[in-house]
């Protein structure tokens, strides 16, 4: 085994996480109707709830001793602290620091645990090589968001007709 990691080869461990929680999508600047217009169902008064689950990847390279790129106890330990329990069964607009003053979507709450887990990953025993790769919050079968942090990879930006195939036109 010692001579296939030798080469030190980059992996990515993901490990998931479910937690239970409700929000509000609400917009205070906004007015009733706006809220309603932009949020729909979502901006319930009394909040609505999801099954969310939190995939959490890691990059890094294979200890030469022990084949892992983190021990699993501490990464659940670190996930489970700094984020996890934090948000199960709350009201996300209410119940979590981390959250305060955010409009709670998918897309926000992926960031605000991004910087909450590089906030406490100091703290915990991780390799030196091992690095939060990705967050992918499921907050239903239809709905994710990602963040890479400053892994984010950019989108190519088109130019004009010629990138386009024969026959394709924007």
């Given at each position: ?9 980059t992996?990515y461990?993901?490990?998931s996480?479910d ?28 909040g ?5 689950e ?50 709670p ?8 645990c ?30 994710f968001a ?12 088109l ?6 195939p ?5």
């Amino acid at each position: 085994m010692t001579s296939l990691l030798a080469r030190k080869p980059t992996v990515y461990l993901t490990r998931s996480y479910d937690f239970s929680a409700s929000h509000r999508l609400y917009n205070p600047t906004f007015t009733d109707e706006d809220n309603w217009s932009v949020f729909r169902q979502c901006n319930n008064p009394n909040g609505h709830g999801h099954n969310y689950e939190l995939e959490v990847t890691l990059s890094g390279i294979p200890d030469l001793e022990n084949g892992m790129i983190a021990d699993l106890t501490v990464l659940d330990a670190w996930i489970q602290n700094a984020v996890i329990l934090p948000m199960d069964h709350k009201h996300l607009n209410m119940d979590v620091p981390f959250l305060q003053g955010l409009i709670p979507t998918a897309e926000t709450i992926v960031v605000a645990c991004w910087q909450e887990l590089t906030r406490t990953q100091p703290a915990h025993n991780l390799p030196e090589s091992t690095v939060l790769y990705r967050l992918r919050l499921k907050e239903s079968k239809n709905n994710f968001a990602e963040y890479f942090g400053k892994n984010t990879p950019v989108l190519p930006q088109l130019s004009p007709q010629s990138d386009f195939p024969k026959g394709l036109s924007r």
